[in-house]
């Protein structure tokens, strides 16, 4: 097991608790009311977790009163993946070239694990921090992901003496 989360959704008067565990190259979801009747469930066999500090719970815009959603979002191996517990959907296309072991800015393969994410409430989006270039050994790219506009921005902070990405 590389990671585990909760996400709770309500559909209606109906919520669901499911538990999402992930591999590196696989997906599962246990859920039922107890021990007594637990089952569980592969999302993917192939879509795992690579970056254990990425996974993070997000809150999705209300789509109306009598549905609320939370998603959980990680870094795989071939992107940025989301699920609501049915199935899994790549959000990474405009950041497909930190994947891409053809491009400059692919993030290597010894610093795809240390890849770290997290879900900002005040700002509604899910933010990543990357190692990316093969000569890269600490994070230097910072990505924000927003739920509403489905799209990636790249972040640059900057300090007296220049480029000042964050840390962890």
């Known amino acids: 097991m590389t990671?585990?989360?909760v996400l709770y959704n309500t559909y209606r008067t109906t919520s669901f608790e499911q538990l999402i565990v992930t591999k590196q190259n696989s997906t599962?979801?246990?859920?039922?009311?107890?021990?007594?009747?637990?089952?569980i469930q592969q999302i993917s066999g192939t879509i795992g977790n690579v970056a254990p500090l990425s996974m993070a719970v997000c809150d999705v815009a209300d789509i109306s009163e009598d549905l609320k959603r939370q998603v959980l979002v990680w870094v795989s191996s071939s992107g940025?993946?989301?699920?609501?517990?049915?199935?899994?959907?790549?959000?990474?296309?405009?950041?497909?070239?930190?994947?891409?072991?053809?491009?400059?800015?692919?993030?290597?393969?010894?610093?795809?694990?240390?890849?770290?994410?997290?879900?900002?409430?005040?700002?509604?989006?899910?933010k990543l921090l990357i190692s990316s270039g093969s000569t890269a050994t600490a994070h230097n790219v910072e990505l924000e992901y927003s739920f509403k506009y489905r799209e990636w921005t790249k972040l640059f902070r900057e300090n007296s003496t220049g480029a000042n990405p964050l840390q962890v």
């Not at 199935?87 to 610093?111: F, G, K, L, V």
Request: hydrophobic content about 30%; aromatic content about 14%.
């Open 3 to 5: 990671s585990a989360s």
């Open 28 to 39: 599962y979801k246990l859920f039922g009311d107890g021990p007594e009747n637990w089952e």
């Open 80 to 126: 940025v993946v989301m699920t609501d517990g049915a199935t899994i959907e790549n959000i990474s296309q405009d950041i497909s070239c930190y994947w891409d072991e053809h491009d400059s800015r692919y993030i290597p393969a010894s610093r795809q694990s240390e890849s770290v994410g997290w879900y900002d409430p005040k700002l509604g989006v899910y």
